[in-house]
């Protein structure tokens, strides 16, 4: 590489990193728009978490083969993007292949790895494209996926694709050139791919492969940082975000529910037959929230939002949900990319607006979530327990329907039906207390 060249590859290093810290510090900007929630306990059981759902892929796996190949791509392309430690410094001072002298057999080992990483990578996304658009397996079809969502999950499969394509030409031209009489490039690796597509540059000239390599190197590196801030558009932010997203989650059995502090104190009250029913309370003002539930994305903790924008879009929660199965309109997929779209629509509010949301007229609930969705889950947790990176939809399924019915009085009448029954007669059932027990003078 020219001198020229090294400037120019600063330059795109600068521009594409830049880009991509600017995103990362929108994504914390927008979770921290959420609630504040204490998830700093039992850190111990947070790092084995992470360490089993998020590095370790243990939830993954329950369905073999999806989740086998997943670990072929996730494997494969964090472990062949070591290399670019290498590939950044090599285009920076002009070296070529810069580890391999300090490295030796390890150094032949590596690349070895990589290369057969990037087959298995190829492999599997050409089985992910095929489930997806030849097989068409239900929970890709979906329509919450319609538009796109749909697209997105093709693109990427052709990003990777593209970039494994790349890094194996790469090689194999670099192989070329050191086989080459007189050795272009010096001795190092081990290609046990790309040694059978290096016969491709047979008969070219030593200038012609040099700029075709060269070519190749380029677009890997410039396809990477492309990729790395297609990110922050994509769903595959979950590659970061998993990791945050498992250390942070619920560690609370998975069938207990949070209660509001200051409804359970009254309630407390309003049980103690000691306490003065005429006797002023104390006023907690923190203990008192603004806003009882969930109408907008504001009004959701930060956790939530980190999980809005971890979904991976796979479906599983769909698929594994009763409601969604009877033909309910329910899909916990949706309501996490719901979430998500309705949160980079108050971001770029607050961008548009010097760092100040400007009310527009529009919120989570009604204009994103139809309470028809929200009142059709069974509270079963079956999204919760199948999702690969512990995010929960009922969480925030739970907060909505408290907001409909503590803030607006919209539950369903079954339910309010329910409720006025337990508040005139201590039992969900109409009769009263006295008469509970007719059923067994009955023959």
Known sequence: MSYLDNILFAILLIVGFGFFASSVKKIIRNINLGVDVNRKDNSKARWKNMALIALGQSKMVRRPVAGILHIFVYVGFIIINIELLEIIIDGLIGTHRVFAPYLGVVYDILIASFEILALLVIFAVTVFWIRRN?????????????????????????????????????NA??????????????????????????????????????????????????????????????????ILLAFPNTYFANLNPEGQFDNLESVTKEVKLMMDPNADPFAAAPVDENAVPSKFGASDVQDLNWVQLLNAYTCTECGRCTSSCPANQTGKKLSPRKIMMDTRDRLQEVGKNIDANKGVFVPDNKTLLNDYITPEELWACTSCNACVEECPVNISPLSIIMDMRRYLVMEQSAAPMSLNAMMTNIENNGAPWQYSQQDRLNWKNEN
């Open 134 to 170: 030849v097989i068409k397996l239900k929970r890709f079809i979906n329509p919450d996926l319609n538009g796109f969502p749909r697209s997105d999950a093709n693109y990427i499969l052709y990003f990777e694709t593209v970039l494994m394509i790349l890094f194996l030409l790469m």
């Open 173 to 238: 031209s670099d192989l070329h050139l050191q086989n080459v009489p007189g050795g272009v490039f010096h001795k190092a690796g081990s290609f046990p791919v790309s040694q059978f597509i290096a016969p491709i540059f047979n008969g070219m000239s030593n200038e012609l492969v040099v700029l075709l390599f060269e070519v190749f190197w380029w677009l890997h590196i410039a396809g990477i940082l492309v990729f790395m801030n297609y990110l922050y558009f994509s769903k595959h932010l979950h």
